[in-house]
C-alpha cells in the first residue's frame, strides 16, 4: 500500500534550471527507498517536496492520503506526517539535547511538559544518548547529535522519515553508528526514503534503490540487482 506517490514533479528556478524533470516515485508503507546519484541530480529537491520544504511547479504529491497542494497550503498536515534529518543536524544550539526533543511535541503537538519529557527519554535510549540528555548540542560528538537529530525528528511520531545524506558531514567512525540506528528504524517498520552514498546501507536495508539524474529517474531497482549488473 502506498503512501507516497508522486507523480510527474516538476521544479526549475527562474533562470530556468529544470531541478526536476517530472519525476514519478510510489513508496509503500514500511518500504525503505534509498536515492542515488551525481550531485545536482535533484535528488534532495525531490525529498524535500515530501515534506513540503520545496515548492514545485508541476505533478502532484499525496502523502498518506493527504494532496500537497503546489503553494504548500497544507503543510502543517503533511509536516506533522513527515520527519526529517539534514546533513548538518540542525539542533538548537543553545537549547539541551532533552529540550531540542521535547521542543515541537510540546509547542506543535501542545503536549505536557511531562509527557513530552518521558517520551524524549525512551527515544534518546534507543538512539544510545541518553547519557547526554541535559549536554548542549556542542558539547557532543558529530554522530551523537545526528542521533539526537533522529530522536527530535521521531519525537512527533511521524509515518515517514526522510534523509538528506545524513552521515556527509561525519567523521568516518562516526558513520557507522547513524547507519546503525537508521538500520533499526528500517527494521522496527518505519518508512523511509534515504538520500545516501552510503552503498553498504543501501545493499543492506534498501528494498530499492533509486538513481536519478539531470533531474530525472533513471533507475528503480531492489539492491541485489542495482549493484550487481555489469
Ligand atoms: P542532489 O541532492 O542530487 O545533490 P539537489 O537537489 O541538491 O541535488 O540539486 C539542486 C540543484 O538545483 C543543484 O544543481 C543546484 O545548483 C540547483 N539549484 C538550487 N537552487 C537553485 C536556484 N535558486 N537557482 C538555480 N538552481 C538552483
Ligand atoms: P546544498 O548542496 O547545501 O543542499 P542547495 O543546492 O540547497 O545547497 O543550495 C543552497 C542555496 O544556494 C539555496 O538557497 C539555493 O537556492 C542556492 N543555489 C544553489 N545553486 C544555485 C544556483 N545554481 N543558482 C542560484 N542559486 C543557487
Not at 184 to 211: K, Q, W
Request: charge should be negative; proline fraction near 5%.
Amino acid at each position: 500500500e502506498a503512501i507516497i506517490v508522486a507523480e510527474g514533479v516538476e521544479k526549475w528556478y527562474d533562470n530556468s534550471f529544470h531541478v526536476l524533470q517530472g519525476v514519478s516515485l510510489s513508496v509503500n508503507k514500511q518500504e525503505v527507498v534509498v536515492m542515488m546519484g551525481p550531485s545536482g541530480s535533484g535528488k534532495s529537491t525531490f525529498i524535500r517536496t515530501f515534506n513540503a520544504l520545496e515548492p514545485y511547479q508541476k505533478g502532484s504529491i499525496v502523502i498518506d492520503g493527504i494532496k500537497l497542494s503546489h503553494d504548500l497550503k497544507n503543510i502543517d498536515a503533511i509536516r506533522r506526517e513527515v520527519g526529517m534529518v539534514f546533513q548538518q543536524f540542525n539542533l538548537f544550539p543553545h537549547l539541551t539535547v532533552l529540550d531540542n526533543v521535547t521542543l515541537a511535541p510540546i509547542w506543535v503537538r501542545r503536549w505536557k511538559k511531562q509527557k513530552a519529557e518521558e517520551v524524549a527519554m525512551q527515544l534518546l535510549e534507543r538512539v544510545g544518548i541518553l547519557e547526554q540528555a541535559h549536554k548542549y548540542p556542542g558539547q557532543l560528538s558529530g554522530g551523537q547529535q545526528q542521533r539526537v537529530a533522529i530522536a527530535r525528528a521521531l519525537a512527533m511520531q511521524p509515518k515517514i522519515m526522510l534523509f538528506d545524506e545524513p552521515t556527509s558531514a561525519l567523521d568516518p567512525e562516526m558513520v557507522r553508528e547513524v547507519l546503525d540506528v537508521m538500520r533499526t528504524l528500517a527494521n522496527s517498520g518505519m518508512t523511509m526514503v534515504c538520500v545516501t552514498h552510503e552503498v553498504g546501507f543501501a545493499r543492506e536495508v534498501a528494498d530499492r534503490v533509486v538513481f536519478m539524474d539531470s533531474g530525472k529517474i533513471v533507475e528503480i531497482a531492489p539492491p541485489d540487482e542495482f549493484f550487481n549488473h555489469p
